[in-house]
């Protein structure tokens, strides 16, 4: 089994800086890409930024130059380092993982329990 764990969300003021971390644990062989969407009430879930195992990344063009995607392979972990927040970033935010695990042949993605950002203006 393979868990997505997230932490650091919580209630920060307008302009502010949160950071996001998602540990993955369990059956894991290795992992394509981390990464993190979002949720916000009556909206679809998007994108926010995604981070390859080659050091490849991807931005929304709402975040980008204000949040940054890192890794720290050893542990597994991502992190999304959160700046001049805006109420618009208000939502769930969900850690996903594309990756094999140990006893599998081919690739699957996970999904965290997600974590709430609430930005007040």
């Known amino acids: 089994q393979v868990q997505l764990v997230e932490s650091g969300g919580g209630l920060v003021q307008a302009g502010g800086s949160l950071r996001l971390s998602c540990a993955a644990s369990?059956?894991?062989?290795?992992?394509?890409?981390m990464g993190w969407h979002r949720q916000a009430p009556g909206k679809q879930r998007e994108l926010v930024a995604a981070?390859?195992?080659?050091?490849?990344?991807n931005y929304a063009a709402s975040v980008k130059g204000r949040f940054t995607i890192a890794r720290d392979s050893a542990k597994n972990t991502v992190y999304l380092q959160m700046n001049r927040l805006t109420p618009e970033d208000t939502a769930v935010y969900y850690c996903?993982?594309?990756?094999?695990?140990?006893?599998?042949?081919?690739?699957?993605?996970?999904w965290g329990q997600g974590t709430q950002v609430t930005v007040s203006s």
């Open positions: 996903n993982a594309n990756l094999y695990g140990s006893t599998s042949s081919r690739a699957h993605d996970y």
């Open positions: 369990g059956s894991i062989f290795s992992i394509n890409a």
């Open positions: 981070l390859t195992s080659g050091g490849s990344t």
